[in-house]
């Protein structure tokens, strides 16, 4: 079965203050690692897909690296408007139907 | 715009009243899902279509029954909901082949059952 574990529950950073989200995976052969924004009251937003370890995605002030065991999201400088619940998500090539085993999130606050 | 829709955005209704929660993309994807989101268990996935009539259960699809006679659209339907089945619901797409796990998500459905 494939178990997704996202740490920290929360996390609180001063604009600009630099940090990592953790995102720790089992799964019967990795299929694909998704990242996801969510917003209050929205529904998920698509933010990356990684594949295989050792292979990295950036956007603006996001970057999601991935190893056999674990990816992160790293988040640099950030602002305010980052303020969102971080979710990962699994598919292995075991898993029917396209379905994705997702983590409990991150929810990260940026203050001004 | 590229989007999907859900309707109702909000609902409160009774145990055993049959309701349905209507799902359209205009992408025209070929896969569409849907998926609850609790608090402590993150998002689960009810029911999934890889295409027109194609479906298949998800992690958690007691309760719930759905169909594909349309591409664009992928209802959820309870036939009899009960108190358990109060959750955020939401609907999602995505076009096929390597990117069929980008997922496009709808903007939820809160459902509260008495």
């Known amino acids: 079965e494939d178990q997704v574990t996202q740490s920290p529950e929360a996390l609180r950073l001063q604009e600009g203050e630099s940090s990592s989200l953790n995102c720790s995976y089992t799964v019967s052969g990795l299929r694909g690692l998704f990242w996801y924004r969510q917003d209050p009251g929205k529904g998920p937003e698509f933010l990356f897909t990684l594949y295989s370890a050792g292979e990295e995605k950036e956007k603006e002030r996001l970057k999601a690296t991935l190893t056999k065991k674990e990816s992160f999201l790293h988040i640099t400088a950030p602002k305010p408007e980052d303020s969102a619940t971080y979710l990962c998500a699994v598919q292995g090539w075991e898993t029917s139907g396209s379905r994705l085993t997702f983590g409990e999130g991150t929810q990260l606050t940026v203050n001004p | 715009e590229a989007q999907v829709t859900q309707n109702p955005r909000y609902l409160i209704t009774v145990t055993g009243k049959k309701l349905t929660v209507t799902c359209s993309q205009n992408m025209n994807h070929e896969y569409m899902s849907w998926y609850r989101q609790d608090p402590g268990l993150g998002l689960r996935q009810i029911y999934y279509?890889?295409?027109?009539?194609?479906?298949d259960k998800g992690d958690v699809p007691e309760g719930y029954k759905v169909s594909r006679k349309e591409k664009r659209n992928f209802p959820l339907i309870l036939e009899s909901p009960s108190p358990n089945q109060t959750s955020l619901y939401f609907c999602a797409s995505s076009p096929g082949d390597r990117l069929y796990n980008e997922q496009f998500f709808g903007p939820g459905t809160r459902l509260t059952v008495l």
């Open positions: 279509s890889m295409n027109v009539e194609v479906t």
